[in-house]
Nanobody, 122 residues
């Protein structure tokens, strides 16, 4: 059974940092492109960033570029999302996803985590 478990969310003030983790079990993580997405209240889920399995290349949405960093630790089957200089508009439920089936910035991933809430107060 494949499981993706996010952690690290919370309530912070604007300008603070958080690091989200996504632990993957039940599949060969080291060969998976991994994505991070978020969904704010009343909005569609959107792409945040992704990291490829082969080269470790990273891709980011323009709204988070320069503030967020994705990394992975294949030995721990875990992908991270380091979020710095957080803004109130970053408030959302953040999801990780595995087993990409479409474009790197698309949402065609086969497996999804349950999400972790990030709330940024002004």
């Amino acid at each position: 059974q494949v499981q993706l478990v996010e952690s690290g969310g919370g309530l912070v003030q604007a300008g603070a940092s958080l690091r989200l983790s996504c632990a993957v079990s039940g599949r060969p993580f080291s060969r998976d492109d991994m994505g991070w997405f978020r969904q704010a209240p009343g909005k569609e889920r959107e792409f945040v960033g992704a990291i490829t399995w082969w080269s470790g290349d990273t891709y980011y949405a323009d709204s988070v570029k320069g503030r967020f960093t994705i990394s992975r630790d294949n030995a721990k089957n875990t992908v991270y999302l380091q979020m710095n200089s957080l803004k109130p508009e970053d408030t959302a439920v953040y999801y990780c996803a595995a087993d990409r089936r479409g474009t790197i910035t698309g949402q065609a991933y086969h497996y999804w985590g349950q999400g972790t809430q990030v709330t940024v107060s002004s």
